[in-house]
């Protein structure tokens, strides 16, 4: 069960910071699951409703019941919402993809008919969408997946190929003439470590956001998924460095899926496992809010409930569980949880 005391939403609000939390609907009906929503998070994010793969399963045919349980359960504890994801190379059905490779027209044109039916169709609920997720390509060496097709700086997805660079300004574009007052978020991951590929893609992910700023595309944030590895190191200085690169060009910065991926050689107890943990979300998180980071959301609350227990992809393969987010798998509240309320409580100039 969720503890009593004031939950990280309250005390991060106290600090001008919101903090919120993915989302799954199926699990909603558990009153455990629910609590803790209710009892950490101001603001949610669907962890697969909003992807186009459930909002548009068929062409032409949306569907926003699973993404409506979340909303309804947002309104009801007056919990915030964001929208996560509208152009990310995965979680497409298979008809868009066919679709996409018919040509830019029809890509254009498929790309427009998802926004008209989904930005007014969420809003106002959604005021922050993830407009493109996950473009840039990730370099030599990095470990999160062996190696990604690229051409140039950016992943080679159906999206690249059918329009070429400029679909990312597109979708910028196409999100902002449905919805003028909108945040719109370019949403990535492993930009946070001290390692060579790291600075790599945080070099890539800069040459984006200037080409698209020099553009006058209408873009506002830089989503920093977090998705952190203790495998990799952490030193705050290029981390902040590039955050103040991100900051100079007028851009917002939010963390949006934060949760640890433990070293594959484990320390030797659970004390020593989620104070590592702690610590390295300690540098983090306090490196992002002294750079004016004021959104942080962690992708899941509860080690039981998160994508790193589930997918095959991110699970440990050594029959552990991850410890990598607030909640341990009893709901009780780890060294991470009091590592974020420190973080969320420091004063900052
Ligand atoms: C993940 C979900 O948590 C999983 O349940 C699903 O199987 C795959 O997607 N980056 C993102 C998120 O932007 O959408 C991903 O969510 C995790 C990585």
Not at 22 to 46: I, M, T
Not at 293 to 312: E, F, H, I, M, P
Request: glycine content about 10%; aromatic content about 6%; hydrophobic content about 45%.
């Amino acid at each position: 069960m969720a503890q009593g005391g004031v939950g990280l939403g309250t005390i991060a609000r106290a600090n001008g910071i919101t903090f919120g939390t993915a989302v799954n609907s199926g699990k909603l009906g558990d009153a455990a699951y629910a609590a803790q929503l209710v009892a950490e998070a101001q603001l949610l994010v669907p962890e697969w409703e909003a992807k186009w793969a459930a909002l548009q399963p068929r062409p032409g045919s949306f569907d926003f019941g699973p993404l409506g349980i979340i909303a309804s359960f947002a309104q009801a504890h007056g919990k915030q919402l964001r929208g996560h994801a509208l152009v990310w190379h995965a979680a497409m059905p298979p008809w868009l993809a066919e679709g996409l490779a018919e040509g830019a027209a029809r890509a254009r044109s498929l790309l427009a008919a998802h926004m008209d039916g989904v930005l007014p169709a969420t809003r106002p609920a959604i005021r922050d969408w993830d407009v493109v997720n996950e473009a840039i390509a990730n370099p030599e060496g990095s470990p999160f997946t062996a190696r990604t097709p690229s051409q140039g700086d950016l992943r080679d997805t159906p999206w690249l190929r059918a329009l070429g660079p400029g679909y990312i300004e597109e979708a910028f574009r196409l999100a902002r003439e449905r919805d003028r007052t909108l945040r719109l978020t370019y949403n990535d991951y492993g930009l946070e470590g001290d390692s060579p590929w790291a600075e790599e893609k945080r070099q890539r992910t800069l040459r984006l956001l200037r080409r698209l700023v020099g553009a006058q595309c209408p873009l506002d944030a830089l989503g920093l998924q977090a998705h952190l590895l203790m495998d990799e190191p952490f030193r705050p200085e290029p981390f902040a460095a590039f955050l103040r690169s991100v900051r100079e060009l007028g851009l917002a910065v939010l963390v949006t899926e934060l949760d640890v991926r433990e070293a594959q050689q484990l320390p030797p107890d659970l004390p020593s496992r989620d104070a590592a943990v702690a610590e390295r979300v300690r540098q983090v998180i306090g490196t992002a809010l002294d750079a004016g980071c004021r959104t942080v959301l962690t992708w899941g609350l509860s080690d039981k409930d998160s994508w790193l227990a589930q997918d095959r992809d991110v699970m440990r393969k050594d029959g552990q569980v991850h410890r990598g987010l607030p909640l341990d798998e009893a709901g009780g509240r780890k060294p991470m949880w009091q590592a974020l309320a420190t973080a969320f409580g420091t004063r900052r100039g």
